[in-house]
């Protein structure tokens, strides 16, 4: 998103028709799938909002789960570069994850419907093997970040799938909220929920 929206070329010079048919498909996919619901959303529904024939779904995903997994995957590659990016800063675990959360809260400032996706809502019943790896690969990113912390001894002992999942599950509070639309990117709960992301996993204070 800060990079390019995993989902949507920008560039659309570059695309053949058959490229933006798909685009179209994707973003009223999203759209649909993150407010309507997945349960709710049919083809028809998905072909209208895209203005093209319910059959031309089917010559660029094989049915409407593989479409989910196709959204889903793209959204969750999105994630992972931001573990990474945040990683590779040359700073301690507690600046890693606040870079990490900003970069999270601006994706779903800009593209809030991808961090939805990945983030809120609940599809694990639906995903295929290649979109768990995806789901996998960015909390194992997470917990090696939650490591580190450990190492330095700046987060606190204990499992780092534990305080994974504590830093998560308060981010995802920020990011409902902006993706909402409740909070723009700048709100001052956004910085309010980052120091208490750290707080509740930082080790005590000597």
């Known amino acids: 998103m800060g990079d390019g929206t995993p989902l949507v070329r920008l560039d659309s010079r570059a695309m053949t028709q058959a490229d933006l048919t798909r685009q179209r498909l994707i973003r009223a996919a999203l759209e649909l799938f993150t407010t309507a619901g997945y349960h709710l ?37 999105w994630a992972g570069r931001q573990v990474k990016e945040a990683d590779a800063l040359k700073v301690g675990p507690r600046e890693k994850l606040a870079e990490l959360g900003r970069g999270l809260v601006a994706g779903a400032a800009r593209e809030p419907a991808v961090a939805q996706l990945f983030f809120l809502q609940r599809h694990a019943d639906l995903l295929d093997d290649e979109s768990r790896r995806v789901a996998r690969d960015f909390r194992l990113g997470l917990e090696s970040l939650m490591a580190q912390g450990k190492a330095d001894g700046s987060v606190k002992p204990g499992a780092v799938e534990v305080w994974a999942a504590v830093w998560l599950s308060v981010m995802s509070l920020v990011i409902d909220r902006v993706s909402g639309k409740e909070w723009p990117e700048n709100h001052a709960g956004v910085a309010l929920a980052l120091e208490a992301a750290w707080d509740a996993i930082a080790a005590a204070r000597q």
């Open 41 to 77: 959303t049919t083809t028809p529904l998905i072909a209208k909002k895209a203005g093209i024939a319910e059959g031309t779904i089917y010559r660029h995903f094989d049915s409407k789960q593989h479409l989910l997994n196709e959204l889903y995957r793209a959204a969750g590659r």
